[in-house]
């Protein structure tokens, strides 16, 4: 029995020999948008002991001013535990502060507080910093392509059937 189990894994895997998970485009995507995002993180983490979620939370309140925890949400493409988390976190460090919607009292609008402008101005500054850093690693023309791939996969996922007429495929 235990044999024939084996044979079969063999089977799978060798079944499977075209597939190359190191070459798939979306493995490659997410290992590198990872890897970027914890080189990032290591710098914010240091320096004000914040988290990734923090950090993001703090990154859309700060470019879109006044936001409810769903729109951190949706904007940062985080679940709302842990936007909740982090929301929790940042007001106990009192860097944000929560104000009922005068249209809707059941909603909640979280904004910075001076002290998290603050914070986030500096943290922009390292985003800056790290994004040069970046830019320098991948050169002109290498960034220039990275951002038109970008583009066109963020065009492709917001709209696949034009994605599909701009390949002059069926859509």
Known sequence: MSR??????????AGTADFDLDAFLPYRLNRAAEAVSLRFAAHYKAR???TRPEWRTMAALGSYGRMTATAIGANATMH?????RAVKSLEDRRWLKRSLDESDRRVENLELT??????????????HAYERELAEFLGDAGLRQ?????DAVEVMM???QRAARRRGGAG
């Open 48 to 50: 004000y002991a914040m």
């Open 146 to 150: 990275l951002e038109a791939g970008l």
């Open 4 to 13: 024939k189990l084996d044979e079969e894994a063999v089977q799978t895997v």
């Open 158 to 160: 917001a709209n696949p």
């Open 114 to 127: 001076a002290a998290g402008l603050r914070i986030y101005r500096e943290m922009v500054d390292l985003a």
């Open 80 to 84: 709302k535990t842990k936007v909740s």
